[in-house]
């Protein structure tokens, strides 16, 4: 499928990036996306996100502004806290982090100070980076204490993470990562933080589209802080949102601006209402619920052609492969299969002998392929096409991954993607 350079004004002002914006959305036309942490959003979303709204100051909070001239925003903002609010359940929402790090980073300044202990996933066992991992500031300014699955199961030993929690007494114990292929257990966490005296943080950054339309069960009656990005699951703009309890909301805005942020970026604010609004309808719970299917049929076809997948298989959109049976690292198979036109990236598993960018696994996940209207009939010839991408990958066969590559691009030109520009 080809696409036009759909951009008249870009175009004629900047011809070069023109080309590259084009050759993207030709890209994300003519390939099977399999990265679990992308999507694709509405036109809605995209028009949102491009709006006069981008010329606007904003420092504050609706209501509360240090520039004049906020009529229109501070309705925008209030709309996207109003929706958020609803939609997951929360007493208080905040729409301005501009990412999921700063989001996090908001937290540690609302109820920790240097120095203070906090508990997370590890980040090689599917944790997050800004969960105290060594790393990142956070491991760096906070003393970072960390929990992690079994090697026989690949799923969290609760007696191990309350053992742990009551043993280091952490401010802050974050629960959720990014690469978690099972149901996360809120009111198991919930009840290790409360024993340890300790804020709970639920980031449910990839699951948070699930969480909306009903897929995976919600941290809204267990958690003290939600936070998340927009993106993902959810179909939104590259944002992130704050949500918690009343008794926090003081903290977390304070955190939020002045303390780690200036002015909102107010057509992303934008974009969030949108997509608020849109995960709101049937239509998207029909999708998160489509999201999980797929990633389980895809899981069970996987399985039956040999390969490891962590933890056995999935409860969400995520799935975690160990390519080490088939003797093929994961950096060579995620090349390979971006060579044939399927998009995944390489990742650590859990006690991995091999190096963080050099791992033994992939991680693959289902929320694109989905959002393009693909459903579980399709998953046997998604699992057929990474079988045949990881060996030919393996044996160096350029022609079997380019034959995989015009499948991939025929099966995909009858299921045109959201927000891409058709001929």
């Known amino acids: 499928m080809s696409l036009p350079l759909s951009h008249p004004a870009l175009l004629a002002t900047d011809p070069e990036l023109a080309a590259l914006v084009s050759a993207e959305e030709r890209l994300q036309s003519d390939t099977l996306r399999l990265i679990p942490s992308e999507n694709y959003v509405s036109t809605a979303v ?35 806290v109003d929706r958020a609010k609803a939609l997951f359940g929360v007493e208080h929402a905040n729409v301005q982090p501009y990412s999921g790090s700063p989001a996090n980073l908001a937290v540690y300044l609302a109820f920790a100070e240097p120095g203070d202990t906090v508990m997370g996933m590890a980040l090689p066992m599917g944790g997050h980076l800004t969960h105290g991992w060594g790393v990142s500031a956070t491991g760096k300014w906070f003393r970072g204490v960390q929990y992690g699955v079994r090697a026989d199961t690949g799923l969290i030993d609760f007696d191990e993470v309350r053992e742990l929690a009551l043993k280091e ?43 909306a339309g009903g897929a995976h069960p919600s941290p809204a009656p267990y958690a003290d802080v939600i936070s998340t990005t927009t ?3 959810l179909r939104g703009p590259r944002g992130a949102m704050l949500m918690s309890r009343e008794s926090h909301a003081k903290a977390i805005d304070k955190a939020v601006f002045p303390g780690l942020q200036g002015g909102p970026h107010n057509q992303t604010t934008a974009a969030i209402a949108v997509a608020l609004h849109e995960a709101a309808q049937p239509a998207f719970c029909a999708y998160a619920h489509q999201v999980v299917a797929n990633a389980q049929a895809l899981a069970q076809a996987l399985l039956a052609r040999g390969f490891d997948l962590v933890s056995g298989g999935t409860d969400n959109h995520l799935i975690l492969m160990d390519l080490t049976p088939k003797d093929v690292p994961g950096k060579i198979a995620a090349k390979a299969l971006d060579r044939a036109g399927i ?41 057929e096409w990474i079988d045949r991408g990881v060996t030919a990958g393996r044996a160096g066969d350029e022609a079997a991954l380019s034959a995989i590559r015009g499948e991939v691009a025929a099966l995909l030109s009858a299921y045109p993607a959201p927000g891409l520009p058709l001929d």
């Open 169 to 211: 007494r952490p401010k802050l114990i974050f629960c959720g990562g990014t690469a978690l292929p099972r149901t996360i257990d809120f009111a198991a966490f919930a009840e290790i933080a409360r024993e340890a005296g300790a804020v709970l943080v639920a980031d449910v950054a990839h699951i948070a589209g699930l969480i």
């Open 343 to 383: 998009v995944v990236n390489y990742n650590t598993v859990p006690y991995d002998p091999r190096k963080p960018f050099d791992p033994s696994g992939i991680r693959i996940g289902t929320p694109s392929l989905t959002s393009r209207g693909l459903d579980v009939s399709h998953m046997e010839l998604v699992a």
């Open 231 to 233: 993106h993902k699951t």
């Open 46 to 80: 995209l028009e949102a996100s491009g709006t006069v709204l981008q010329n606007k100051y904003s420092e504050g909070y609706a209501g509360r502004r240090y520039y004049e001239g906020q009529q229109n925003i501070d309705k925008v903002e209030t709309l996207a």
